[in-house]
Every structure is written in C-alpha cells, then in structure tokens.
C-alpha cells in the first residue's frame, strides 16, 4: 500500500527525473513507467475528492463555540450553498460544504470543525435515515433576512436576541412601528419581538419607576410616535403594530418573541375594540367589565387568562409564572426540552436542538406561562415540571409559525433595570442562546409536514 509519504518520495522522483538530461531519460521504459504514474495521479485526486465535506460538530464535548457555529452556517447560506442540519446527531451538526475559504472561516471565528471524506460523509447519512434512530438530515436552503422589532434607541445588549446575533454575526435590521405600519414586514423571513408592551401600558413599570426621568421620557416619546402616526392613545397605535405583525404570520412569516412581547401581543390582540388601560396610562377610565369582553379566539398561544387590574403590579395577566416561583430556587431551576421525532416531526425537532436536554432557567417580566392556559394547538417545547410551566412553546398561524420564550436573558438569571450587559464571550455554549439561534435558522429549512 502507498501512503503519503510514499507519494511525496515518488512525486519528488518524477521531479528529478525531469531535470536529467534527455540521453538519460531515454534509457527508462514510458511502458513500464505509465502505471506508477496513473497511480500516483488517481490517488492524489482522490485525496483531494475525499477530503470534500466539513463537519460542525455541535456536541458539548467537540465544540468551542457553539453560538458563533450558527454564525457560520448562516454565512455560508448568504454564499448560494446548501447546507445539512443533522438533527440529533451529535447535538444537532451541521454539514457544509468543504472549501478552503469556509475552513479559514472556521478557524477565524474560532468554530471546530472536522474535514470528512465523502464516504465518512455519507456514512453518517447513511446512519441518520435508518428508521431505528431519532435522527435526520434537513437542508437549508437560504439565509432568512431578519429583522428586529426594537426602538431605535435601544442597545443591542438591551435584548437576548440581538446580542446572539451580534455575537455570532449573523446581520439584522432594526424596524419599529413606522416601518411595520408602512408594511416593510414583507421584506423579511424573520421577526423577532423586542421586549415590548402591545397593551399601551408602557411596560407596567409605573409602580416602581413612574418618578424617573427615563420612564417619563419613554411615555412623552412614545405617545409623540403614536400622535405622529395618527392614533390619539399609544394603546391603539400598538394594537395596530400587533394586527400588522398578526397579518405578516398570516401570511407565511416567522416570528419569535421573548418576554413580555410574548403576553402583552396576545393580550392586544384579544383587547381589540376594548380599553384596558387605567388613567394614568392612556387618560382616561378603563372600559367597565373589561375582562368579559376579552377575546381569546383572536389570540396566537393563550386562552382563558386573567387580567391584571392593578397598575402598580408589574404584571399583565395571570399567563405569566413569575410570582409564583418562590418552590423554584436558584440553583435548581432548570427546565427540559422536549423529545420529538425528528423524521415525523422535524420542525419541533429543529427548535430543540442542543448539545444538553437540561437548560438553566432564568427570569424576566414574563419569565414561564400557565400551562392550562396555552391553547391545545400550541406545542410546548420546554417545560418546569416541577412548577407547573412551560417556557417555550411554538405554534402555527395561518400559514406562518410563531415561538414564544420566557424570560430575559438565558445567562443572567434576574435582569434588573441597568443591570450590567452579559459578554456572551463568557458563555459561548449557552444552551439557552442555542434555542434563540435555533429559530433563526428555522426560516432556511426546507419544511416537511409535522405528522403530529
């Protein structure tokens, strides 16, 4: 058997015969030298073919980086080539195509990757489609263009979302209400809800923060923005952004949500034509009776909720778990994503992948929902048994899809007003970062009908 530096020693005799003088070279038989020249050739081509697929392993145990592998999927999309998300294999892999400028990529953006022959390759393919593995191949096709509900003020470490896709660089656009107001939606694959209040209660901060001048500020600019766009309350100017956002899933469109935007958009949405705002909100009584008037056939996730009446409580609803959290410590409040089949139910399948089952809770305004307050077409994909609560639930709308997750930031448990950012240099391999970047690549699949 030839091995490489056999090849390199035979290479480097072809070289020097090369250089002899012509009288010499005569004296050696073409005939008897073509075979080990034909050899040579056909098995540095297939090196160079074997070596023709890189691997981003993203299990714990191989993976620098997972939140910055996303990144590099996503690049390769925006470069017209296809890619493979291994679902369940080794955490969720990806397999690109091999190519020096991907490879440089990698080891730029510090992502470990394995360069595998084609049959390595198709090995592992091989082994994913057996129907005795909870396994599959999905390709992804293109790189969604996504964009960012979020005041232009904002910094980007005010949202989980955007400091993921900061960091892993994956490129957004920041839209707000003018923008979804003049139907710019359709430009996008992705929307992702900044932590906004739809309900035009400026975020129930009243009771805590209503005598500090960014609070006050926030109100005066919002209610100038709604005057600005013809509406006399930001409560109607919102519940026009959410209709809109409404008609984009409608429509075909991807949304993720976070927080608060994940109650108060339904709430909105079920308090349409009905004035759920105290005074000191919007200048004026709330409607009588307003709970009996709630609709939640209008709503995405929730039904059956309580309003929260009081201004000073920093709650909308009785949907969020927040305040009844006290049986969940610290240190152990986990919570754990659900197990779907990957060949029968792929979507599910792609939302959950992670390189851990187990993933850290963590607080927000909105940090888990009511279980017997999520509509039964809703799948909840993480739970906290032990509390009674889902954190992460996806749905379909029409012909879009929406996921909704609790809390603030996957790696800082009780986000507090000025608070610090998180360097998610610290925490590369956030499971909880991983479900935020999961529902960014989940536009670029190519869909399969969920059977369940």
Not at 67 to 73: H, M
Not at 196 to 225: M, S, V
Not at 261 to 280: H, K, N, Q, R, Y
Not at 318 to 327: A, F, L, N, P
Request: glycine share 6%; charged share 25%.
């Amino acid at each position: 058997m030839m091995f490489l530096s056999d090849i390199r020693r035979t290479t480097n005799t072809a070289v020097t015969l090369h250089k002899l003088p012509s009288k010499f070279i005569s004296k050696f038989s073409l005939k008897r030298f073509a075979p080990v020249l034909f050899m040579l050739l056909f098995l540095l081509t297939a090196i160079k073919v074997s070596a023709s697929v890189i691997l981003i392993p993203m299990d714990a145990e191989s993976q620098k980086d997972h939140l910055k592998a996303y990144g590099i999927t996503y690049w390769v999309l925006t470069k017209q080539q296809k890619v493979q998300w291994l679902l369940n294999y080794r955490g969720g892999s990806f397999l690109l195509p091999d190519g020096e400028r991907i490879r440089k990529e990698c080891q730029i953006r510090g992502v470990s990757f394995e360069v595998l022959s084609d049959e390595m390759a198709q090995g592992i393919l091989d082994g994913i489609s057996s129907p005795a593995v909870n396994q599959e191949a999905v390709i992804l096709e293109k790189a969604p263009k996504i964009a960012v509900y979020s005041p232009k003020d904002n910094q980007p470490w005010d949202d989980a979302v955007t400091m993921a896709l900061t960091y892993a660089e994956i490129p957004y656009v920041t839209i707000y209400d003018e923008e979804v107001l003049g139907d710019k939606l359709v430009l996008y694959d992705w929307l992702h809800l900044h932590h906004e209040d739809f309900t035009g209660q400026y975020g129930k901060f009243y009771g805590a923060y209503r005598a500090t001048p960014w609070y006050i500020e926030g109100k005066r600019q919002a209610e100038d923005l709604a005057s600005r766009l013809g509406f006399s309350k930001v409560s109607q100017e919102k519940l026009a952004v959410a209709l809109k956002i409404r008609n984009y899933v409608i429509g075909g469109g991807f949304m993720f949500a976070m927080c608060s935007a994940t109650d108060s958009f339904d709430i909105a949405l079920a308090a349409e034509g009905v004035d759920i705002c105290e005074p000191m909100f919007d200048g004026d009584p709330s409607d009588p009776n307003y709970q009996k008037r709630i609709d939640y056939t209008k709503t995405f996730a929730f039904k059956d909720f309580i309003l929260e009446r009081n201004p000073l409580r920093y709650e909308f609803s009785s949907i969020d778990m927040t305040s009844q959290r006290q049986q969940v410590p610290k240190e152990s409040d986990y919570f754990s994503l659900m197990d779907f089949s990957a060949k029968w139910d792929p979507v599910p399948t792609m939302l959950c992948q992670n390189h851990t089952s187990l993933v850290k809770g963590f607080m927000g305004q909105t940090t888990a929902f009511a279980r017997e307050q999520i509509k039964p077409t809703v799948l909840v994909l993480g739970e906290n048994r032990i509390n009674g609560e889902a954190r992460y639930i996806h749905g379909i709308k029409g012909k879009g899809f929406f996921t909704f997750y609790g809390g603030h930031d996957p790696e800082d448990y009780q986000h507090r007003v000025g608070d610090p950012k998180t360097a998610l240099e610290l925490h590369p391999n956030s499971p909880g970062y991983r479900l935020i970047l999961n529902n960014v690549l989940f536009p670029a699949a190519r869909k399969k009908k969920q059977k369940t």
